[in-house]
């Protein structure tokens, strides 16, 4: 059953790109930095190391622009061509000037239209979503959906808890109208306000504008109850991918990868465990990067991009501040 893509065109993406910065911040840097070990690191969140936009004068676009101008060139599409840019991201260059907007210039998008998405953790999901849904309506033909985040300009790399998870980088995807009829079959997404106090940014926002007290109190560092938001992603993660899979009669055995966030290798693994997928059906490079925030799924998708075939079978899972959460499912369609 198709709830999403009732209308004759349907959504795929058709090309991929991806940066990342080349500084590695590893867990032996971290030693150095926090009172944390190796074992500890590996252990409880599967990451070794993470890449870091050490470049105190570049932003969140300059990586974006370098993922977007990766995929032009490997698709051959002239920017003018694009209509529309999304960038997902926590972390633009600006509160005020969409970083889309920027990248969306800076790439010869002369006659496109461009805004930044926030959801967190979510917001590559939300962002299929909504790039999918522009495809389906038939207004506009080709979209540039960019997942970017510099999350080492928020991170208090004086926190544990928080700094050992983080890193920077940047997806793109084009949505297209599929001409094979593979592309985005479902979605099942979410939102929970009452989850912000559990992961956030308190402060540079109108409830709490920026003041001395503010900055010293670190409320511009990203903060996370992590045992918390833990707890609700295994939850959630795993109730939206299994109404995905229930509600499209989709039998395991013949899915080609589950595509989590990568924000703990265990959440991955209960979520994976959850639906009895086994690990070679999951999607995974948190070991090499860490969380980037709206960077993951575009940058697993990038990485496992020669092994994926048209008509695979693909679910996206993903759980972040907000909270946002939520699943998706998308046969491949090249
Ligand atoms: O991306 C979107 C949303 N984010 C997430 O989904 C992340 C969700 N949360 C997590 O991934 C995990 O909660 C963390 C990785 C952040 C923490 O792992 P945990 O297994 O939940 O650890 P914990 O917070 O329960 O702490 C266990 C112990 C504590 O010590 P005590 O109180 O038991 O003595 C912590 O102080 O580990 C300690 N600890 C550390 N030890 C060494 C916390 N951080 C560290 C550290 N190194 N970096």
Redesign the pocket.
Known sequence: MNYINAGPIKAAITGLGAYVPNDKLTNADLEEM????DE??VS??GIRERRILKDPTKGTSFMAIKAAEDLLQKKNVSPSQIDMVIVATITPDMNVAATAAQVATQIGAVNAFAYDLQA??SGFLYGMSTASSMIASGRYKKILLIGADKMSSIVDYDD??TC??FGDGAGAALFEASDSGFGWEDEYLRSDGSGRKF?NIRAGGSLHPTSADTVRNKMHNLY?D??T??KY?VSEMSNATEQIIQRNSIDTKNLKYLVP?Q??KR?IDATAKRINLPKEKVMNNIEKYG?T?AATLPLLLNDYEEKLSPGDKLIFAA???GFTWGAAYMTWAY
């Open positions: 926090v009172d944390t070990n500890w690191i409880r969140t967190a953790c544990r808890a050992i998870i992961l996370q992590g045992k938001v833990f992603a966030h924000a703990n959440i969380n925030t759980f972040g501040g």
